[in-house]
């Protein structure tokens, strides 16, 4: 039996097992070993960490906080991010596989959301009305929903959780964040460096487990006034359903099916490494993944052959060396999935001109390695086409003209983002309006920053993250009315 690291959660300020005293393994996708025990909670540590949240809500320490202290207090948890983030990156890669060169650089980003809604958080305003009644002073003001439950994927885990927490916090409430079972171990991390900034115990716990056992009991939990979703659409839309039984309000960030679509009038060597990194950056597992690529009939076996030919030099290996360009995907049931996605294109009748299968490379054996792959002989109707793969796949769909380009796009339940590689500025100009998504990305890909709010259009998700307008989702607008007469007037009339 391994060594392996034994981690325990974060409640009230405390650092606990689960009741059931349960374990289970964290696995290191390179190796495809486990290296953590990952305590396995359910329905009684649920219910603590909520108690504990609800408790501190409504505590003279929290409630009683100014919305600058809290602010200064996440611009503080914000440098301490900074000092840990190689730290919290190479946990990230341990368990999810992904390069530590994109972890680095996504760790390091981090502190911004702390210190962007940090800021914002003694800049929300409420108004008073003109009204239109005498003798009447009538304000509103914001104020917290209360406790929000935070379930977060595998994929980019301390990034994802930063969009809800730091607004989430911001805007004075307090939190229940579950994260995935694959990738556990850096919302632990991040706890111990959050109990550092002084915040107080209670205003932030992690209940760790698997989704049915966690997730479900905290979303539909009666002290839970909101839940901030990441992952799945059919995970997303069950927490959907049972939000509705207790009226709780949700943010939903799910799948996608993107196109990135290239004109021949495009720049083609920035196009081809834009869809490249479209869909082999973070080997696919991004629910913004360019995972169709829509490309202008007269180019297409020129730039598939560019894109073949750059597919062809990304180095496979372990994560952690700057020289990889490729790391294993997260889990063994995500590995399954996508070879059984590759299965069903071939079946369908696509033609891989690159991968389609593991490597055979001994060193590649003990993890979780898929080649990337390129599919042409698309249709749109394809389920290759249609369903999130969350794997390094591309399938390839040819276009004859713009009117077409925009059709195929917004054929597809998902409405995320889409990519846009032209040189005409009026093209650049006119579609984005044309697309049913969330982001339009021209002629670059996968840019995000904090200030800038994401989310999905159609089945993709309700609600944004990021930017300004959105702490708002986490605030309540309270109408106050006070009378300015000396006397009640007469009570039979609805004034
Ligand atoms: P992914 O494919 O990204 O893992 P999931 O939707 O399965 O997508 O998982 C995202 C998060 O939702 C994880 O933290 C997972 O444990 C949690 N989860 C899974 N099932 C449920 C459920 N029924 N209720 C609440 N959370 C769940």
Known sequence: MENLKKYQMYIGGEWVDAASGDYFETDNPYTGRPWGLIPRGGQQDVDSAVNAAHRTLNSVEWRGMTASKRGQLLRALGDMLGEHAPHLAEIEVRDNGKLYAEMSQQTEYLRQWYYYFGGLADKI????????????????????????????????????????????LAAG??????????????????????????????????VTGFGVEVGAPLAVHPLVAKVAFTGSETTGKRIYATAAEGLKKVSLELGGKSANMVFEDAHLDNAVKGVISGIFAACGQTCVAGSRLLVQRSIHDNFVHKLVDLARTARLGDPMLSTTQLGPVTNRPQLSKILDYIGIAKQEGAEAVIGGKQPKEASLQAGWFVEPTIFIGIANSMRIAREEVFGPVLSVIPFDDEEEAVALANDSNYGLAAGLWTSDYRRALRLPSQLQVGTVWVNTYRAMSYMAPFGGYKQSGIGKESGQDMIKDYLQKKTVWMSTQEEVPNPFIIR
Do not use: C, H, R
């Open 125 to 168: 305003e409420g108004a008073v009305i003109p009204i239109d009644k005498a003798d009447n002073f009538t304000f509103t003001q914001y104020e917290p929903l209360g406790v929000i439950a935070a379930i977060i994927p595998w994929n980019s885990p301390l990034f994802l959780a930063a969009w809800k927490i730091a607004p989430a």
């Open 173 to 206: 409430n307090t939190l229940v964040i579950k994260p995935s079972e694959f990738t556990s171990a850096s919302m632990l991390e991040f706890a111990k460096i959050f109990e550092k900034v002084g915040l107080p115990a209670g205003v932030l716990n992690v």
